[in-house]
């Protein structure tokens, strides 16, 4: 059983910076891809990024693509968003989650999921 928990999250203006952080607890995390996922208000949730189980593979919503970094430390059982460039879209709860080996752009293919973390960002 693997526990997720985000932070990092706060209010920053357009234009801004953050970077989100994930750790994991329990399970043997590198064998894990780590996805982040974000929902607004009235929205679905939806893809925001993923990074394979070994690091060699990451994916991005065409959103955030040259904006947003996915990178993980296994050492420390954690894996970072950096968010740069923010726009007022990007407000919303972000959450991670976790899932075997494999990376995934839907949120039913993960097995675990933190609680999530605010982000909002001011025009």
């Known amino acids: 059983q693997v526990q997720m928990a985000e932070s990092g999250g706060g209010l920053v203006q357009a234009g801004g910076s953050l970077r989100l952080s994930c750790e994991a607890f329990?399970?043997?995390?590198?064998?894990?891809?780590v996805g982040w996922f974000r929902q607004a208000p009235g929205k679905e949730r939806e893809f925001v990024a993923t990074?394979?189980?070994?690091?060699?593979?990451?994916d991005y919503a065409d959103s955030v693509k040259g904006r947003f970094t996915i990178s993980r430390d296994d050492d420390k059982n954690m894996v970072y968003l950096q968010m740069n460039s923010l726009k007022p879209e990007d407000t919303a709860v972000y959450y991670c989650?976790?899932?075997?080996?494999?990376?995934?752009?839907?949120?039913?293919?993960?097995?675990?999921w933190g609680l999530g973390t605010q982000v909002t960002v001011s025009a």
């Open positions: 329990g399970g043997t995390f590198k064998n894990y891809a």
């Open positions: 989650a976790a899932r075997p080996y494999a990376t995934a752009t839907q949120a039913g293919a993960y097995d675990y």
């Open positions: 990074i394979r189980w070994s690091g060699t593979i990451t």
